[in-house]
């Protein structure tokens, strides 16, 4: 339970800093995606149920005020969160390749989805441009961005989880 | 204590759900956007005090750096500036002669002037879209005062876009160059209508398109384009940009180019909203 406030106060905080700070530091207009991080690193940390419930929040929280289409990124990360549960027994604390390819491969997908749902169907063919100059630059960001918050996100993880545990053992030997 | 029964649902149940639901509700929305309002009354009640407080701070920071970095420039400009006003006070005073003889002859061809007394108010830019696809951005002020959907927004002496959604204490502005959005343009000297388009793929040259004047329309680089007075929405005679590289259409019918609007995109802080709607 702890978590999922834990999850749902770090969703918040990252929307905030991604409509205000990182449109900041972006470069040539674009900007990372730190909200998708959050589903892929509480599903590659923790497992599929976290990462459904880390993407349902995001997304929730992504389409609330500036998509017109509620529902497409909550289903979308919640795939990502889902995926990136299925990894979990992968997860080692020290190799960052696996959630490097989940962050690269959701970021590109979920983007070229919206390109396809939002461009592609109102007759902008150019494929090859909008991939060039907004998925590909967006998903190089967010995957540096991964980078960075690798080890914050996994030690915010692991606090929870140790307070949860401890609550545990102190009710057992309660008993 | 009784223990309560331990139902599990599995993660792929839960995937279920959840697919279903979202279905249902892209579904729902593609007709009525009622389902996100109290949700977005929620939201709005944690995000935007948060938005906001990022925004101070980082507007004190930015305003710290650049206090910094021009000291030295500011303390020559003074100089420079004192000189000037004093320049500028001498011509003042011709001036106002003139604006006597000016309201007296636009008296006599009882010209109102018709722009310059929509009540506007002044709004920041607190966040902006959270993807890279769309041009769209929240400001700091929403029902409470007094702001309603389609209210126009200006900026620089431009126009910046247009209201899309309105919260109490925040409000949802699409701007111009917002891809595939469409305002209804005018050549300020001969009235010659035009629309002018969004696209995100001249987002690197700052362009936005101009489209369908008639190809008898005379029109050349540098020419002022306003918001037209056809527009169902936009208010009459804003001043959107300056046309840049109009040529025929390949279907001779039509003429089209480019447009430079007057605003900054890039480094929109604060914004004014026209408080009269057309």
Not at chain 1, 153 to 165: N, P, Q, T
Not at chain 2, 197 to 207: F, H, Q, R, V
Request: proline share 2%.
């Amino acid at each position: 339970m702890k978590r999922k406030v834990c999850i749902t106060v770090l969703a918040i905080v990252f929307y905030c800093l991604q409509t205000t700070f990182c449109k900041t530091i972006a470069i040539a207009s674009v900007s990372p995606n730190i909200m998708i991080l959050i589903p892929i690193c509480f599903g590659y940390f923790k497992g599929k149920n976290e990462g459904i419930f880390a993407g349902c929040v995001t997304g929730l929280l992504y389409d609330v005020f500036y998509t017109s289409l509620l529902g497409f990124s909550i289903l979308a990360f919640t795939y990502v969160g889902y995926i990136a549960g299925l990894f979990q027994k992968e997860f080692d604390q020290k190799r960052m390749i696996i959630p490097m390819i989940i962050t690269a491969v959701a970021s590109f997908s979920y983007d070229f989805l919206i390109y396809v749902g939002g461009f592609l169907l109102y007759n902008k063919l150019n494929a090859f441009y909008y991939t060039g100059r907004i998925i590909i630059p967006g998903m190089m960001y967010t995957l540096a961005a991964m980078a960075l918050l690798f080890r914050p996100m996994y030690y915010l993880s692991g606090v929870f989880e140790k307070k949860d545990r401890r609550k545990v053992t102190e009710y057992v030997s309660g008993n | 204590m009784k223990k309560l029964p331990n139902i599990s649902i599995s993660s792929k149940q839960w995937l279920t759900g959840i697919t279903i639901v979202c279905v249902i509700l892209m579904g729902i929305s593609l007709f009525t956007d009622k389902i996100s309002v109290p949700l977005k009354r929620v939201a709005s009640v944690i995000v935007v005090p948060m938005q906001k407080g990022i925004n101070d701070i980082g507007t004190y920071v930015y305003s710290k750096y650049t206090l910094l970095k021009d000291f030295s420039r500011i303390s020559e400009e003074n100089l420079q500036l004192k000189e000037e006003i004093a320049r500028l006070t001498e011509e003042n005073s011709q001036l106002s002669l003139n604006k006597f003889e000016l309201e007296r002859l636009r008296a006599l061809y009882d010209l109102d002037d018709k722009y310059a007394n929509y009540q506007k108010t002044a709004a920041r830019v607190i966040a902006k879209e959270a993807g890279n696809w769309y041009s769209v951005f929240t400001i700091d002020k929403g029902s409470q005062d007094g702001i309603e959907v389609d209210m126009n927004v200006i900026a620089n002496g431009g126009l910046v876009g247009i209201i899309t959604d309105v919260g109490e204490d925040y409000a949802i502005v699409r701007t111009i160059i917002d891809d595939g959005n469409n305002v209804s343009g005018m050549l300020i000297n001969t009235g010659a209508t035009c629309t002018v388009e969004g696209s995100l793929s001249l987002m690197d040259s700052g362009y936005v398109y101009l489209k369908y004047f008639k190809n008898d329309t005379e029109v050349k680089d540098g020419d002022k384009i306003v918001t037209s007075n056809i527009s169902s929405k936009y208010v009459e005679g804003l001043l959107i940009g300056y046309v840049k590289e109009v040529t025929t259409d390949p279907n001779s019918l039509t003429k089209s180019g480019y447009l430079i609007p007057v605003v900054d995109f890039e480094h929109l802080q604060e914004v004014l909203v026209i408080l009269d709607k057309k």
